[in-house]
């Protein structure tokens, strides 16, 4: 607790002046709602984390040293899978607390969002004064999953509104214990940072390892496409979107195949519809998971009542 402590006096120290300059500028908080969060059955795994717990600093708008300021917190870390899922930080919340609590995903502190998803206060523990570790929890703050570029450097940003006593607890250490990250305070609502050189927040990133699948086409009775994993990761939520243009279609336009899972290796052999129709057609393709980018391959056929000739 007293390494935590002793980093964070610096940064405040060094963070006067900033904020002291911007006082009569109001940022704006933002009230981006998670969008299009649903259930999944894939299987995330950890990627980045630090768990050594030494103390909690107040984020948000209270006392802190004598003064009332609205602290932000920034966490860097440097993915090592492709899909950044989700996120964890260690926190409580005060009892006065009434607004939610967002995480931001960047890949530059003052850049715009990458993912950003809020947690509301009801999904904190509540204490009464400074927690102790038993009192906080592991809160998730499960965004859109997010593509990322492994060995590069983001940011998890944490905030508040700046409303007086409206602050969480989040927790940290005052030990370089995580190689590959830093904290940065801000006193102004995210417009500048200080890095805290020795210190790191008590955090989890999970995520996916990104594979590859092959497509093959084929025609006869109604088209089908098999789908093999090339790769050496499962592919999860396996989406399959095909389209037949031109001609006349007259069923079979336009279908959509959901596969849970596709082990390496793995293929399967998708009929997706019965096709009607006649004419020289277009078959469209699209295949995503949630840990392949969107691929598609257009080919042309010729219809011919419930046959698909020519598919290559």
């Not at 709602?33 to 107040?58: A, F, H, K, N």
């Not at 990133?205 to 006869?220: A, D, F, V, W």
């Not at 995503?288 to 046959?307: D, G, H, P, Y």
Request: some cysteine; charged content about 15%.
């Amino acid at each position: 607790m007293k390494k935590l402590l002793s980093c964070i006096v610096i940064g405040i120290v060094v963070l006067c002046g900033l904020g002291a300059a911007v006082t009569a500028t109001n940022e704006n908080q933002k009230n981006t709602q998670r969008s299009g969060i649903t259930e999944s059955p894939y299987v995330d795994e950890l990627d980045q984390s630090m768990t050594d717990y030494d103390g909690s600093l107040p984020l948000g708008r209270t006392n802190i040293f004598g003064y009332y300021a609205n602290l932000s917190i920034a966490q860097s870390f440097v993915p090592q899978m492709e899909v950044l899922t989700r996120t964890f930080f260690l926190m409580a919340r005060n009892t006065s607390t009434i607004y939610p609590c967002f995480l931001a995903v960047r890949d530059n502190l003052t850049a715009k969002d990458l993912a950003v998803v809020p947690a509301e206060p009801s999904e904190f523990p509540i204490v009464n004064g400074t927690p102790t570790e038993e009192q906080l929890a592991w809160i998730e703050f499960d965004f859109d999953d997010l593509w990322v570029t492994p060995g590069q450097t983001y940011y998890i940003v944490v905030y508040t509104a700046n409303i007086t006593e409206n602050y969480y607890w989040i927790s940290g250490n005052g030990t370089n214990i995580y190689q590959n990250g830093t904290v940065y305070l801000s006193l102004n609502d995210g417009q500048n940072w200080t890095e805290l050189v020795d210190a790191d927040g008590c955090f989890k990133t999970y995520g996916l390892h990104e594979t590859y699948l092959q497509i093959t086409k084929k025609g006869g009775l109604g088209p089908s496409f098999v789908i093999k994993n090339v790769g050496n990761y499962t592919a999860w939520d396996v989406t399959v979107n095909n389209t037949i243009s031109g001609g006349l279609v007259f069923i079979g336009k336009h279908t959509i195949t959901n596969l849970s899972e596709l082990q390496p290796g793995q293929e399967m052999t998708l009929h997706p519809v019965f096709v009607l129709g006649f004419g020289k057609v277009t078959i469209s393709l699209k295949v995503s998971a949630a840990n392949v980018k969107e691929m598609s391959s257009e080919t042309s056929a010729i219809l011919l009542l419930v046959f698909l000739i020519g598919v290559k």
